[in-house]
């Protein structure tokens, strides 16, 4: 559940490390986010889809394992559209991501977005799923306490 919180003070508190540092790229504490944010969420949504999937393996909730947690492309190269993200499926798709991107155009001149990138295969599917990270963390939250 630590590693929960500290993925949504990540995403929190990224505008306010800009906001401190202005426009200074030099800025000691824009240096550091810009070494570590990347490395930093991939480290804790890879532990947290984990610990989640555990979780909801022990509990059954399936309400929590439907809530949307972003939206899935499952097959881009056939453009087959899009659908809803449910928690256990956001939860696959980061463990099985080959790429994680959190969503920020150039990480050197924009603060994080709620969302990040993720994208895999399945076979000779492509897919590529939108986390919102504000809605995980809530599933998250909810199904560590047991709660739908």
């Not at 798709?93 to 001149?109: F, L, Q, R, S, T």
């Amino acid at each position: 559940m630590k590693d929960v919180y500290r993925l949504f003070l990540v995403f929190a508190g990224d505008e306010r490390i800009f906001d401190l540092a202005g426009a200074d790229l030099e800025d000691p504490l824009r240096l550091m986010r810009n070494d570590l944010f990347v490395d930093e969420i991939t480290h804790l949504l890879i532990g947290t889809a984990i610990a989640n999937r555990i979780q909801l393996e022990h509990t059954g909730a399936a309400e929590i394992a439907d809530a949307a947690c972003g939206e899935l492309q499952p097959d881009v190269l056939e453009d087959k559209g899009s659908q809803k993200l449910s928690f256990r499926e956001a939860c696959n798709k980061i463990v099985h991501a080959i790429h994680i991107v959190p969503d920020c155009g150039n990480p050197v001149e924009n603060p994080l977005t709620s969302e990040v990138k993720l994208r895999g295969d399945n076979g000779k599917q492509a897919w590529v799923a939108y986390l919102n990270i504000p809605q995980y963390v809530r599933a998250s939250v909810l199904n560590f306490r047991g709660q739908p």
